[in-house]
Structures are given as C-alpha cells and as structure tokens.
C-alpha cells in the first residue's frame, strides 16, 4: 500500500483527535453532534479520519471568513 493509501485509512479516536487539535473532550463531541464534525462509527467505537477533519474544518473556515465579510459590507451599505 502507498503512504497515501495509508493515510486515507488512519482513524484516530476522539480522545486522539482533541489531542491533535487541542481542544477539550467535551468540545469535539458538541461539534459531532451539533455542527456535523464527520466520523466514522465502528460499532460503539467513534473514530475520525485528520484529512476528513482537516477539509471540514478549512470548509468551516472559509464559510465563517464568508460570513464576516459579508457583515463588513452590509455595514458599510
């Protein structure tokens, strides 16, 4: 298998997960829940794949980059 092959398969788990993104337990979960964080569920196990975190997370900062934008020009209009 290629290293890029490797990397689409590694499944970290939630504890894992708020390490690399260095946020609190509670905080990953309210963003499954609650904001559509993407994970994969094997069986009573919840796991996450960094490069489907990684491009939610760009897609979530791109649309809140959007978002401010669009209020700095309504304030200005």
């Known amino acids: 298998m290629s290293d890029n092959t490797l990397d689409m398969l590694q499944l970290l788990s939630e504890r894992e997960m708020t390490k690399v ?3 609190k337990y509670s ?3 309210k963003m499954r ?6 994970f994969v ?3 009573k196990k919840i796991m996450y794949r960094p490069r489907t975190v990684q491009k939610w997370l760009e ?3 791109a649309e809140s980059s959007n978002k401010r934008c669009l209020n700095k020009v309504r304030r200005i209009y």
């Open 21 to 23: 993104l260095g946020i």
């Open 27 to 29: 905080m990953i979960r």
């Open 33 to 38: 829940i609650e904001d559509g964080l993407p």
């Open 41 to 43: 569920s094997l069986g």
């Open 59 to 61: 897609e979530r900062e």
